[in-house]
């Protein structure tokens, strides 16, 4: 979960990025369908004036063409009348003839003297007001015309021609208009649109409807036109009837009942008296026009739908690149846990993010080098992915975890107190896990943390701060956390006790010689001592040199004392000497800082001359390391040193930088090799390179010693090796001088003794 957050919060730039391409592409899609949408009301509206128009036309053609039989019936009546001198035979005989065989719906003759002859003979009386929509005196012969709503029965529509005899109006012959199929057929095939199309007498009533559409999506149309034409339409400036008797063509928009309408309408070209008028309901309009146009809007779909999916594609395929690449540089590849390298770039960008403090943890298992070499690597990789998992699990999503290397991790989290509470709880779960896996060494979780401060939020100082704490934590803690200012307050405060403490030990004598002695192991006798320093307070309390050497060395009090310790030595052997013992060298430590004093060589030299010392049973311990930076000066006090006939031995050659090659240029007598060979991870070369060392000592004509020698074995090894001299554990610790007297030391038979 957490990676992938981190995984988002990484890719922001390229999210936003996709966020915004997709937000174009919606763009382009809406303004497309909305351009599209505009495009198709003008398209729509010229539809619809286009549909109105050829079904006018249509329609004013079969007008003019049943116009014409209406206009031969006037005439054949006329005709015939004459001929019998019998309007009614004419009209009986002809009406029945013009309603069967020609395309009338029925038929009427009309006389003035308001009668009105029907095709089957009956006579029915015309009131005036028909009469007067019937009758006009500007009809000439030979004409006709169109009336409707006469209230005559049947069909409300008629064509109407009159009939003459001679200069005489003798009446009018109507006939009924039958809209046929054929005639919608032909209209509705002509028709752009799927709407209704109506066709409006002069009044305003509706003569037919050609319906083209199938649902009844415009059936209230009908309803909706008849409140039109009965002046019902608010909100529009002029009454759509209005517009019809003005007979022209046309295009309006209309409000009713809150509804916008979209009208065409077309005057029928001959007549002039009807109108064919399209209606849709605006908010229709995209209906029709996906219906008109379905098939090119469905491949804008596709082609917008493409589009985002190519879009889509790449970006996945840019992530997904990115994301294994990062992966390889951000993760660690055996837990999952960041890489450090990332751990410090987002720890960075947190800790300059905001103002909250913060706390640093490195964590690691201590003697973890044990479990791996006990148990395998693979149980130990075990135990560092568990360990990854919880750890993971007891950050939050804002806090970070990286692996530092083998089972050391460091974390970044925003409290201490409940960092100390999870490694508490993991150390539990790890332990459980182990009991279950049957690894017997005890896995315990150690840990320094840090915290930030106002003034330090550099993470790369924290980190060092943290595992400076993990580092002085003392294993046998029940809870091994340190906190770096702690050890910090701890370090200053034992440093200032020390220092405070340093010169009264001096005068109370608190510094002890304690001695450690050196075997001959080809001859399996003594062969010397090293002094070693002891500091016994006057609570009986000892203190070992590691605590309290750094401090002096620091502060310069190591001087004092190394010629304390040489000054003691020497009165050592003096005493001994008198007393009779069988004298062997005791060697002295000399710090480095000492070698920087101009006169040192005429202080040692001081202390021998006081004491009255033989050279030879004195020797001066000097590390390798103090060759480094000036070695001429050094080989010039080394020289000064041998000319006095003082001895040199080079301490700890082996645990530092040593150079083989340097050793070859300062004068000595004995090589020191540290005991880091005997220890058990270097086994193997470790044994390679102690023969080779103390082959190249024989070459050069020194004797080498062998320092922490704690075994037999590697007694044996030295012995077949061909070193000479070995000190460690397995002869004695540091002792006491009086107790190394006794142990070691024999008296000299050939001595007179003193004592
Ligand atoms: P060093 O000179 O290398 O002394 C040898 C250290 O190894 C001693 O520790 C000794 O107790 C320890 N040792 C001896 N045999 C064995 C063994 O078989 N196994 C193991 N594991 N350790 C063994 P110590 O006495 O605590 O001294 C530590 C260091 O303090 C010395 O290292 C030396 O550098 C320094 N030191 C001690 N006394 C003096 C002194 O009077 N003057 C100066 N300048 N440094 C001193
Ligand atoms: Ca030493
Ligand atoms: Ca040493």
Not at 52 to 76: E, H, N, P, W, Y
Not at 381 to 406: D, F, Q
Not at 702 to 707: A, L, Q, S, T, W
Request: hydrophobic share 40%; charged share 30%; with cysteine.
């Amino acid at each position: 979960m957490n990676r992938i957050k981190s995984f988002i919060k990484n890719n922001t730039d390229t999210f936003r990025l996709m966020a915004l391409l997709i937000l174009i592409v919606v763009l382009l899609f809406v303004f497309h369908v909305v351009s599209f949408y505009r495009m198709a009301q003008v398209e729509i509206r010229d539809d619809m004036k286009q549909d109105v128009k050829v079904a006018a036309g249509i329609f004013d053609r079969r007008i003019s063409d049943l116009g014409q039989l209406a206009r031969q019936g006037a005439l054949s009546i006329a005709r015939v009348s004459e001929e019998h001198d019998s309007v009614e035979f004419a009209a009986t005989k002809l009406l029945d003839t013009y309603t069967s065989v020609y395309q009338f719906k029925d038929c009427y003759f009309v006389t003035a003297d308001n009668k009105m002859y029907m095709h089957n003979g009956q006579l029915i009386p015309v009131s005036d007001e028909q009469m007067e929509s019937i009758w006009s005196d500007e009809d000439a012969p030979d004409t006709y015309k169109l009336l409707s709503g006469m209230g005559i029965g049947g069909s409300g529509f008629y064509l109407a021609s009159p009939s003459y005899a001679g200069d005489k109006k003798i009446g009018y012959f109507l006939g009924g208009l039958v809209l046929s199929d054929s005639f919608k057929e032909e209209a509705a095939s002509f028709m752009e649109l799927d709407s209704n199309l109506f066709i409006i007498d002069a009044n305003g009533n509706v003569m037919a409807e050609i319906d083209k559409a199938e649902d009844d999506r415009f059936y209230d149309l009908k309803n909706l036109y008849s409140y039109m034409t009965g002046g019902y339409i608010v909100d529009s400036d002029e009454p759509l009837d209005g517009c019809f008797s003005r007979s022209d063509d046309g295009y309006k928009i209309i409000s009713f009942e809150g509804q916008e309408y979209a009208a065409a309408y077309a005057a029928v070209g001959s007549t002039r008296e009807c109108n064919i008028v399209s209606i849709l309901r605006k908010d229709d309009f995209l209906m029709s026009f996906v219906a008109q146009r379905g098939e090119e809007i469905s491949i804008m779909a596709i082609d917008v739908f493409i589009i985002f999916i190519t879009v889509f594609c790449m970006f996945f395929h840019t992530l997904r690149k990115e994301k294994i690449l990062e992966e390889a540089l951000c993760y660690d590849s055996l837990t999952g846990t960041l890489t450090r390298e990332y751990f410090k770039k987002s720890a960075t960008e947190i800790l300059s993010g905001n103002k909250m403090n913060y706390c640093v943890g490195v964590i690691d298992i201590i003697g973890f080098r044990y479990i791996n070499e006990l148990f395998g690597r693979e149980r130990g990789n075990e135990i560092i992915k568990l360990l990854a998992e919880l750890i993971t699990e007891s950050i939050g999503s804002k806090e970070l975890v990286a692996r530092r290397h083998a089972e050391c991790f460091e974390v970044l989290v925003a409290d201490a107190d409940s960092l100390k509470l999870s490694i508490i709880a993991i150390s539990e779960k790890l332990k459980a896990f182990a009991v279950n896996v049957d690894v017997t060494y005890p896995v315990i979780l150690r840990a320094g943390i840090a915290r930030t401060t106002a003034k330090n939020r550099d993470i790369m100082d924290l980190v060092d701060k943290a595992n400076a704490a993990r580092k002085a934590v003392n294993p046998k803690l029940d809870v091994p956390i340190m906190d770096y200012e702690d050890v910090m307050q701890a370090d200053i405060r034992q440093r200032e006790e020390i220092e405070a403490a340093q010169e009264a030990a001096m005068e109370h004598g608190e510094f002890k010689v304690f001695l450690q002695p050196k075997m001959n192991v080809q001859k399996n006798e003594l062969a010397g001592a090293e002094a070693l320093v002891r500091w016994i307070k006057v609570d009986g309390t000892m203190v070992y040199p590691d605590e309290f050497m750094p401090v002096f060395e620091s502060n310069g009090f190591v001087e004092k004392l190394d010629f304390y310790m040489l000054d003691q030595v020497c009165k050592m052997q003096k005493r001994l000497g008198e007393e009779g013992y069988e004298l062997v060298p005791i060697s002295v430590n000399q710090s480095q800082m000492l070698l920087k004093n101009p006169n040192y060589v005429e202080k040692v030299m001081g202390v021998l001359k006081a004491n009255d010392t033989p050279r030879e049973l004195i020797e001066l311990e000097l590390t390798e390391t103090a060759f480094f930076g000036d070695t001429e000066r050094m080989v010039d006090i080394m020289n000064r040193l041998r000319s006095e006939k003082c001895r040199i031995d080079i301490d700890d050659f082996g645990s530092g930088y040593s150079s083989l090659n340097m050793i070859k240029d300062i004068p000595f007598d004995i090589l020191k090799i540290d005991r880091m060979f005997f220890s058990d991870s270097n086994s193997g070369t470790g044994k390679i390179i102690l023969e080779k060392i103390v082959e190249m000592a024989q070459a050069m004509g020194v004797d080498c010693i062998c320092e922490g020698v704690e075994t037999k074995e590697q007694e044996e090894l030295l012995r077949k090796i061909g070193c000479k001299y070995a000190q460690g554990y397995l002869y004695s610790k540091p002792i006491p001088m009086d107790e190394f007297i006794e142990k070691f030391m024999k008296k000299d038979p050939s001595a007179k003794a003193s004592g």
